[in-house]
């Protein structure tokens, strides 16, 4: 998609918040600081619109970004991050829980991974819980760049094994510094647009 026109509509805490316009939405979804807001940056050719921090747990709200007036990226706050309190966690999962699991014009869900790393514990439940409620997941491993071309193979099949991935679901090699992989995400985007 040519992407000129994107802005922040709203930040929503609560169902009654979300946008009603009904068009389709792409939830983003992985831990703390693992490159949500960068993606979304990338993905509408914006170096800062979505706030990015090199402090985990920036984004504590979904953030819906309209895009070209036909499409909603959801940011959605980071997984995992140690810092909060225990009851913050529980409010963050009940919203997150929430959205994924009560939002009919959600088309598919976004989930990154550091691609430097074997994915964590919390990258896999999620990865259940997004297939268990039958969600279209595409994974992407992120931060590319700082990953030798050398070892794209073996990131790639340690992620879709840490993972137990279903053949079903695409795999993504991405960098929000270099744009590696951007094409791939913008291409299942438009194909779960037309579901
Ligand atoms: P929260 O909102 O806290 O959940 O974090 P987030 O997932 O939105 O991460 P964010 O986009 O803020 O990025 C976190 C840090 O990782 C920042 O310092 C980014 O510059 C860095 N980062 C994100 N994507 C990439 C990437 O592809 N390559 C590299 N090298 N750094 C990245
Ligand atoms: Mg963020």
């Known amino acids: 998609m040519l992407v000129n026109d ?8 609560s169902p009654s918040q979300y946008p009603t316009d009904g068009w389709p939405e792409i939830a983003l979804v992985g831990r703390s600081n693992v490159g949500k807001s960068s993606l979304t940056n990338k993905l509408i050719n914006r170096k800062a619109l979505a706030r990015t921090s090199s402090a985990p747990g920036k984004t504590q709200t979904l953030n819906f970004y309209e895009v070209e007036h036909q499409l ?27 959205y994924l699991t009560g939002r009919t014009v959600l088309r598919g869900v ?10 964590t514990a919390d990258d896999v439940a999620m990865y259940q819980y997004l297939t268990y409620y039958h969600l279209p997941v595409l994974v992407i491993a992120t931060k590319m760049d700082k990953v030798k071309p050398s070892q794209y ?16 679901t695409p795999l993504v090699l991405f960098s929000a510094q270099t744009g590696m992989g951007k094409d791939a995400v913008w291409a299942w985007i438009e194909a779960r647009m037309q579901d």
């Open 72 to 98: 909603f990226f959801v940011d959605v706050p980071g997984y995992g991050y140690a810092k909060v309190s225990k009851a913050q966690r529980a409010a963050f999962g009940e919203m997150i829980e929430a």
């Open 153 to 168: 193979n073996k990131s790639e099949s340690s992620v879709r094994k840490t993972m137990t991935l279903s053949p079903g």
């Open 110 to 119: 976004v989930q990154l991974v550091d691609g430097r790393h074997a994915p």
């Open 6 to 13: 994107v802005d922040i509509r709203t930040s929503a805490v």
